[in-house]
C-alpha cells in the first residue's frame, strides 16, 4: 500500500499501533494464564488495548486523504509502516516477562494519557478520556503484580529480576523524540516524551524499590519503533495478525 | 421537540438491557446520554456513551436498541457515539444498582478520584448476598469488562462487584 501520511496522522498511528500491537500480543496469553483469574485478566487487559485501538485508528483514518478506515489501517500496512515500540511487539515470554513489560508501558502510558485529557485536538481528548480510566486499571495491576513477584518466592524473584534486566533497554524508547510526537508538542496536542520521564522514573523506582528488585544501570538503550524499525519478532506478529484479512479481503464476520 | 414521542421512546429503552447483566436496562447503565425526536419527520436521534473501549456488548446493544424500536413502529433511528464526556459509573441508576445488588452483583460506589488510580486503593466492597463489607478483591478483573472478582469473608460466597470508573 502507499503510505506517506503527514506528521499528524503519524502520531496517531503510533498511539493506536502501541495498542493494537500489545493488546495482539496479550492476547496470545488467551487460554494459557497461570490460574483462570489471571487469565481473565490479562485478556481483557489485551481488550481494552485494542478498543483503544480501534478509536485512535478511526481517528487517524478520517483525517487522511484519501480516508481510510480501521481495517485499513490494523491489517494492510506493512511492518515498516507501524510506528509501536520495539518493547510491545517482543515474545510474552513467562508471566513475569509479560507483567513487567505491561508496567513499564502502563506506567508511561497512564502518565501520557493523563497529558492527551488536555490535548489540543478535541477527538483525542475525548479517546484519551475514555482510555485513561482504563489504562490506571491496567496501571495498578501490573505495579502490584511485579511487587509481588519481587516480594514472592526465589523463584518468582529471579524471573522477576530477569524481566527487568531484559525489558530494561527497551524503555529508552518511550522518551525518544522524532518529527511527529515534536510536531505534536508544538501544536499542544500531546506532551513531550522526554518531560514524562522524571514522573516515569519516580513511579517504577519506587515499585522497583518495594518489589525489592534492582533497576540495571544501562548505558545503551534500543531505538526505531518510532521509525518504523522492528524486531525480528515483528514480522511474526503482523502474519499472525493480518493474514485472514489479507487472503480474504472482503471476508465478513 | 415532540415530548409525547420522546417518552415513549425512553419506554421502549427501559425495555432494551444489557445483554450481559439482564437485569439492566440501557436506561439504568446511564449509557443513553440524550434523545431527540424530530418534530418534522419523527426521525429519532440517539446519543450512546461506550463503557468500555473494547466492549463487544456496544455493537450489540445498539443493534437491540434499533431493532426494539423498529418493533414498536419507529423509524430512521439515528445512533451516534459520543465518547466525551467519558461514560462513568456514577451515570448509573439508583434503581440499576439496587437491581444489579439484588442479582448477585455488588454495585459501584461512587467513584473515588481516579487520578490516584496509580497509588489508588481498592474501594470498599459490600457482599450482595449478607451485606458484609469484610471482603476480600480475588481478581481485579472479572468475567466482563466491567467486572472484577470478589470473595466475602463473612459468608464466604464468592461475588462480582461491578469495577468503579
Ligand atoms: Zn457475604
Redesign the interface.
Known sequence: MEFSPDLRTQHLLHLADNALILGQRLSEWCGHGPVLEQDIAIINTALDQIGQARMLYQHAGKGMNPALDEDQLAFFRTENQFLNFTMLELPNGDWAQTLVRQFFFDTYNYLQYERLTESSDPALRAIAGKALKEIGYHAQFSAEWVIRMGDGTEESHKRAQDAVDRLWPYTGEFFESDGFSAEAAVRRAAPLPSDLQPHWEEKVDAVLVEAGLKKPVLQWFQTGGRKGQHTEHMGYILAELQFLPRLHPEAQW | MNSGLTERVLAVLETVSDPEIPVLSVIDLGIIRSVSVSEADHSIHIDLS?T?????AMDTIEADIRSALTSAGFGSIHVRTV??????TDWMSESGKRKLEAYGIAPPEKRSG??R??F?KAPEVRCPLCKSTRTTR??????T?CKA?YRCDECLEPFDAF?C?
Open positions: 461506550p468500555y473501549s473494547g466492549c463487544p465518547l466525551e464526556p467519558a461514560w462513568t481516579d487520578k488510580a496509580l489508588g480475588l481478581s481485579a478483573f472479572g468475567s469488562p472478582l469495577k470508573i
